[in-house]
């Protein structure tokens, strides 16, 4: 069973920021919070990670709360380019097994 | 554009044929991933190779044979499969698996979509 909790979709207008929570109160001291996305008819896109401080790349902000049981990914300009599933899962590494995608958010940007 | 290139795209095929699936990756990667994803589901794990060397295999039927010939090339054999097996098949890369590879995100390739009929 996947470890982590999201709404099954949300919308957002564009030019706005997407805040997209997930629920991880299971999640393990070694385990990091992994974001991917999945654009319709394309392979899964990695976005960012973190352990337990707030990251921030090119593509977005990941927040995690201090319990890490629980963590926000933000857009923060979202574009229709944006509008994909995009996945929360908890994993202590990369590989394998461990990586194990839960049913994920429908994200539309609306223009 | 992704780093890892599967082939074909699209493959439709009979319950009878023999067909294979193809990936490759040139980013030095030493390990590399079948992911199988229906309709509308997120992708579910079906093996995993580790230094050429498999190391996970999820109860996959026998009629999906992984082949992984050298470090940039990972291969699905395909025999005697059901309607049901139609799917998109993908294939992931990353520099490493295990416990001290929080750092190597999967790279995926967009999948060879396939119908059996």
């Known amino acids: 069973d996947a470890k982590t909790t999201q709404p099954p979709s949300m919308d957002c207008a564009e030019g706005r920021a997407a805040n997209l929570p997930c629920n991880h109160s299971?999640?393990?001291?070694?385990?990091?919070v992994y974001w991917y996305r999945q654009v319709h008819s394309q392979g899964p896109q990695y976005i960012i990670h973190?352990?337990?401080n707030n990251e921030t790349n090119e593509m977005a902000s990941l927040i995690i709360t201090e319990d890490r049981k629980s963590s926000t990914l933000i857009l923060p300009h979202a574009t229709l380019r944006d509008t994909a599933v995009y996945y929360c899962?908890?994993?202590?590494?990369?590989?394998?097994?461990?990586?194990?995608f839960g049913k994920g958010t429908k994200l539309s940007v609306i223009p | 554009d992704t780093e890892v290139t599967q082939t074909p795209k699209h493959l439709v095929m009979g319950m009878t044929n023999k067909k294979s699936l193809k990936c490759e990756q040139h980013?030095?990667?030493?390990?590399m991933y079948w992911y199988k994803q229906k309709a509308k589901k997120p992708p579910e794990l079906m093996f995993v190779?580790?230094?050429?060397?498999?190391?996970i295999n999820e109860s996959v039927p026998s009629r999906f044979s992984p082949e992984c010939p050298n470090s940039s090339l990972l291969n699905l054999h395909l025999h005697a499969l059901q309607p049901e097996d139609s799917a998109l098949y993908l294939c992931?890369?990353?520099?490493?698996?295990?416990?001290?590879?929080?750092?190597?995100?999967?790279?995926f390739g967009n999948g060879t979509r396939l119908t059996v009929t």
């Open positions: 299971t999640i393990s001291g070694n385990e990091y």
């Open positions: 973190g352990l337990k």
């Open positions: 190779y580790s230094y050429e060397k498999l190391s």
């Open positions: 980013m030095g990667h030493r390990a």
């Open positions: 899962i908890v994993s202590a590494g990369a590989g394998s097994y461990q990586l194990t």
């Open positions: 992931a890369s990353s520099p490493r698996t295990g416990i001290t590879s929080y750092n190597s995100p999967l790279h």
